[in-house]
């Protein structure tokens, strides 16, 4: 019989070798991550992560909840499109490319051409913090570096992939308009139901909740109010659009008006318990 004598390694070499594996397994789970190989969520095509950047893991924990929907406000800095709410948060390292399209990239290539491993839809919006036609110029070749994956809008037509784009903000609606072949869709308000843009242009409506509505989230969603969003969202869905507003007390009785609503996109920081929320429903 072999008799098996441990290893023992100096205190010094026992601390490096620990340090080496602990450094290999975050490389590990960290590409892991960036590939899309952390938990496989049910995707949840309602879940939109507002002001995605500031949760811990910028676009992942959104991901690892299965939100179908991010966003990501940019500053145009000399040429590098940054990351962040305000100008005085900006961060040479945190790039739109950076946060967002490498990763989106990585993962649509792990699963053939999605984000998920199975089929949904996924929308970046891109809330445009700083001058928009200058913003928007410089985000056009960035987008280009990335268009086997993202969705492309002419005139008449939109031509699905794995992310459509959704540009917010200081929205420049003209040069958008004059573009034949776009990477990207116009984020409408409510006014622009009743103007002459189709879908292909203007794929989404988005509106601020308060200016609409006076009910914010307490006691019963009165029958007046419910009969108004009733609406707006078949209005909005006869004219081939989905539907998200902003500045929605971000609570469960509201999610729950606007789930039974028809409403398609919830905005939300709380992304745990709106994943639990669509789940148990």
Partial sequence: ???????????????????????????????????????????????????????????????????????????????????????????????????????????????????????????????????????????QPVLKKYREMLTRFSSGQTDRRAVTIIISGNRPRQPMELESDRLAGFDGRMEDLDLGSGPHFIPWISHNWSQVFQWRGQGEFPQSEKLKLKGIVAKTHAKGRRLRFWAVPDQEACWRVLRDGGVDIINTDRLSELSQFLLNQ
């Fill in 1 to 139: 019989m072999k008799i098996f004598t441990p290893l023992i390694l100096p205190v010094r070499n026992r601390f490096t070798s620990f340090l080496s594996v602990s450094v290999a397994l975050f490389v590990i789970t960290n590409n892991d991550i960036l590939a899309g190989n952390d938990k496989n969520p049910t995707p949840l095509p309602n879940a939109h992560a507002h002001n995605d950047y500031r949760h811990q893991r910028p676009l992942h924990d959104a991901l690892g909840y299965g939100f179908c929907s991010v966003e990501a406000d940019i500053h145009l800095v000399g040429d590098q499109l940054l990351v962040a709410h305000d100008a005085d948060e900006v961060n040479s390292d945190q790039t739109l490319e950076k946060l967002y399209l490498e990763p989106l990239m990585k993962r649509v290539q792990k699963n053939k051409g999605q984000v998920y491993s199975i089929d949904a839809d996924f929308h970046l919006l891109i809330d445009i913090k700083t001058e928009g036609v200058r913003t928007y110029r410089a985000l």
